[in-house]
């Protein structure tokens, strides 16, 4: 079984693939080689013909804190790594680097496992912020703890939400607005209210109850799961939800190249109080002078 820095990918029962976020001493931070080796985890279960059903869980009191904000050099980082999208552009200047490593890394590694054809299933305790959303919303069903909390601080940050910008697939648009507009945490019994979970189950049960739906999923024809995921895919893509996102994340990098001009950096600290812009390293927040 291949062994990672960061992930386990373990085989609990016959037929499922279970891969464990284990970077707890960040929360489960992504940084560039985190990603990788979580992409290459769906990759070993997706391409196992013996797998029918993968599991995306986390170690720790919380499945995700999102992005690794104190990765500084990313273009150095991808350049460790074989890219699997076929944009390209990494080192270029202006704003087309950050587009190219937001194309390959984000939005193009969460499109690449929502597309796995295989059911999957996360299993989501704690926080999960920001990028923490972008593992569990790729996949097909989620499953929460009680005490599971999700959340997205972009519109704080001053860029318009996450790269792969499904709130509004995830929620309706009416709350994912306010999701967006508030940066308010959503409970989980309001995520599963909102049909974004399918289930709330105590934390203790978390794992077993996730493991006991994939078991009864395993024991149906691989085929006939790919297509009906395939064809519940299909009603959301007819609808543009494809299109809708590559618009969102067009937008969410003209915010990044805005924030550049004005503050040096990718992100707007002013919206954020300065101990939080302080441990997440960002400089204190400017003056409105
Ligand atoms: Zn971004």
Known sequence: MKTFDHIIYETPSE????????????RNSQDT?????????????????????????ANGPHFSSGH?????NGVEALKQHRTVGTWCGFSCAGAEAQMSREKELYIGLCERW????????????GRCIMGGLMLVWPCDIIIA?????????ATSFGVNGVEYLAHPWEMGARKAKEFLFTCDSMSAAEAHRLGMVNHVVPLAQLQDFTLTMAKKIAMKPLFALKLAKESVNAMEDVQGRVAAM?????????AHTHNLKLFNMLLDPSGLPPETAKTLGLAAPRSNS
């Open 15 to 26: 037929h499922v693939g279970r891969i464990v976020l284990n970077r707890v001493q960040t």
């Open 33 to 57: 080689h985190f990603l990788y080796e979580l992409n290459e985890a769906f990759d070993i279960a997706a391409q196992d013909d013996e797998i029918k059903v993968i599991i995306l869980a």
């Open 68 to 72: 690794d904000l104190r990765e500084r």
């Open 114 to 125: 929502r597309n796995i054809p295989k059911p999957t299933i996360a299993a989501v305790q």
């Open 145 to 153: 703890s009680e005490d599971a909390q999700f959340v997205d601080y």
């Open 246 to 254: 590559n618009t969102s994340f067009a937008m969410h990098q003209l």
